[in-house]
């Protein structure tokens, strides 16, 4: 059974960085995790990345 976990991805996109949080379970991998930040930046920022430079990584992740 998969639990649920919170992680916090750190971010670049062109001249923006940072880290946000999102919920995934222990049995996804860092691919899922990524492009679950990389879908509630998009929602935040109002529908699109800037064009640009993109680094993304998985710094933690914790039981929920």
């Known amino acids: 059974m998969s639990r649920l976990q919170v992680a916090g991805v750190k971010?670049?996109?062109a001249t923006y960085?940072?880290?946000?949080?999102?919920?995934c379970f222990d049995d996804d991998d860092d691919g899922v995790v990524i492009a679950k930040a990389k879908q509630k930046l998009r929602r935040e920022c109002g529908g699109s990345l800037p064009f640009g430079?993109?680094?993304?990584e998985v710094v933690?992740?914790?039981d929920a």
């Open 53 to 56: 430079y993109e680094s993304f």
């Open 60 to 62: 933690e992740r914790e």
């Open 17 to 23: 960085q940072g880290e946000i949080t999102v919920n």
């Open 11 to 13: 971010y670049q996109v």
